[in-house]
Each structure stands twice: as structure tokens, then as C-alpha cells.
Nanobody
Framework: AVQLVESGGGSVQAGGSLRLSCTAS????????MGWYRQAPGNEFELVST????????YYADSVKGRFTISKDNAKNTLYLQMNSLKPEDTAMYYC?????????????????????WGQGTQVTVSS
């Protein structure tokens, strides 16, 4: 079974940095598209960044572009999200997602959790 375990969240002041990790097991890591989502209380589920395994193409939401960097280490079966210049509005629970290439577009366009496997989440809190 697909398992995703996030870590690296915490509490930081605005302007600080965190690196989230997502360790994967139960599937062939480099065959799946990966991404990070977040959800703050009262807010919608939001796509933060994606990584296309076949060619390394990355995507970032406008709200994090230039501040966050997604990367993938196939040897360690781990996805990362380096978050710099953090802002209070980045406060949320961050989730790692894995989906097949066939479902990737559906996941992104529908924004529905039904089309991916998910970790349990890691909390990021940024204070002003």
C-alpha cells in the first residue's frame, strides 16, 4: 500500500525557513507524480507545488513562487519542499500527495483529494 510520511513542520517567525520532507513507500517512487498541498483552517485545499517525475518539471502556486522549492530524491524515496521567506499566510497543514501520471491532471484540475494518496500532514505555523 502507498505510504507517505511528512515531517519537518514547525513554528517559525516571518522571514524564516523550513524544509518539509515526505518519505514514500509501497510504490515505485519515480513512476508517480508528486506534489505538496496545504490547508489552513477555514480555507480551501490549495495546491502549492508539483513535481513531474518523468522530466522534472515543477509547478508553483503564485503565492509561493520564488520562495518555495520542490525537489525529489529517488534514491531516498523522498520529496522535499524548501520554504524560505515564510509569511504568516503560509500557516497551514501541509500534505504530500502521490498520484499516477494518468490521474495527475484530474487531481490538479479537480482539486479533489480523491485522485491521490496522501500523508497525514505536517503543521507549519508562521508568526508575525
Amino acid at each position: 500500500a502507498v505510504q507517505l510520511v511528512e515531517s519537518g513542520g514547525g513554528s517559525v517567525q516571518a522571514g524564516g525557513s523550513l524544509r518539509l520532507s515526505c518519505t514514500a513507500s509501497g510504490f515505485t517512487f519515480d513512476d508517480f507524480e508528486m506534489g505538496w498541498y496545504r490547508q489552513a483552517p477555514g480555507n480551501e485545499f490549495e495546491l502549492v507545488s508539483t513535481f513531474i517525475s518523468s522530466d522534472g518539471t515543477t509547478y508553483y502556486a503564485d503565492s509561493v513562487k520564488g520562495r518555495f522549492t520542490i525537489s525529489k530524491d529517488n534514491a531516498k524515496n523522498t520529496l522535499y519542499l524548501q520554504m524560505n521567506s515564510l509569511k504568516p499566510e503560509d500557516t497551514a497543514m501541509y500534505y504530500c500527495a502521490a498520484t499516477s501520471p494518468a490521474l495527475f491532471c484530474t487531481l490538479v484540475l479537480s482539486n479533489s483529494p480523491s485522485f491521490a494518496s496522501w500523508g497525514q500532514g505536517t503543521q507549519v505555523t508562521v508568526s508575525s
